[in-house]
């Protein structure tokens, strides 16, 4: 009769559990890092696991509001309901409590959460799996579970406090330290850094800093370095644009030179550079970047007439068929 009252308990406590969880609720065991930056006001959550595509579930950003990462037995909940609740006027750790309240398996739950003034409230479950932890600071909270070594927020944090640098640099740092101690337990595979504003404008392509992922990568923190150095370089394009739309083509030079440092092999930020000379009536130096384009890639050249007919490159008919013969 014992035996029956045990294996129907079993039975039924599994059946509990399974129900507490949703098929949107992935097992992302992770480290993270939820910080801002007290000179620019921005604030970043970033984030490395052994789990596909892990920025798709943990993490969560408003500018204006906040940032938050769940992860563990992730509910995705904990992020848009947490903005939603910050932007209501609650602190991050009012927040927290009115989730974690209406949360059956908040045991299972870890989640940081900051809001624009820096405050935080971190929750680790007492059910996460081992090594699982977290520590706060200043204007940031560190988290991770599943880690080989009890040694990985320590090491987060420490590195986030000494880095110097823009938030993004200290927020991959806080990661590359994580990592160090060996971080998860089943290695890596993906990672994210995001980035909003601390005062918002309303339009989300202004309000959004930085919003790079990584899905699937064996180097995944590697690659995310890289890419936060490509984004810079675009960023310095794209002030260029603006400085070349605006007719300034000075700013936009300098722009344009900025960005080329960072990606000297990309043919386009080269090419624009060329059509900034071109405007400035530096037709020598033009010519020569342009003719090692045109080598390389044909189009380029076919480019030239189009910007001409934009507007955009202002130069004689005969300067025009002097390009296109190079």
């Known amino acids: 009769m014992n035996k029956v009252c045990l294996f129907i308990s079993l039975i039924l406590s599994q059946t509990l559990f399974a129900q507490s969880f949703k098929k949107s609720e992935p097992f992302t065991h992770t480290y993270s890092i939820v910080a801002r930056d007290s000179i620019t006001g921005e604030m970043g959550v970033a984030v490395q696991s052994h789990w596909f595509s892990v920025g798709t579930s ?40 009115a989730l974690i309240a209406n949360d059956r398996g908040e045991a299972y739950r870890q989640v940081g959460m900051l809001n624009v003034k820096g405050e935080v409230a971190t929750h680790t479950g007492s059910l996460c799996i081992t090594e699982a932890g977290h520590r706060q600071g200043k204007n940031y909270s560190v988290q991770a579970n599943m880690m080989l070594n009890a040694t990985v927020w320590d090491a987060m944090a420490n590195a986030f406090e000494k880095t110097k640098g823009t938030l993004s640099e200290r927020l991959l740092a806080s990661l590359k330290a994580a990592q160090a101690e060996k971080g998860d337990i089943r290695g890596k595979q993906s990672a994210v850094i995001l980035i909003v504003s601390g005062t918002a404008t309303g339009n989300s392509w202004e309000d959004t800093v930085m919003d790079l992922r990584v899905d699937d990568n064996e180097n ?72 090692s384009i045109f080598k390389k890639d044909e189009n380029w050249r076919v480019l030239i007439p189009r910007l001409v007919k934009s507007k955009l490159l202002s130069i004689t008919k005969t300067e025009e068929d002097v390009l296109m013969k190079l």
Do not use: C
């Open 220 to 291: 995944p923190l590697l690659e995310l370095e890289r890419l936060m150095t490509v984004n810079k370089a675009y960023n310095f394009m794209n002030n260029g644009d603006l400085a070349m739309e605006e007719g300034n083509s000075k700013k936009a030079e300098e722009e344009y030179l900025k960005a080329q440092r960072l990606f000297p092999e990309n043919l386009e930020m080269q090419y624009w550079y060329a059509i900034n000379l071109l405007n400035n009536k530096d037709f020598k130096k033009a010519h020569s970047i342009l003719k």
């Open 58 to 97: 943990v993490v969560y950003g408003e500018a204006g509001v906040g940032v938050v990462a769940t992860q563990s037995l992730t509910k995705p909940d904990y992020g848009p309901k947490g903005l939603a609740l910050m932007k209501q006027g609650l602190s991050p750790q009012q927040a927290m409590n």
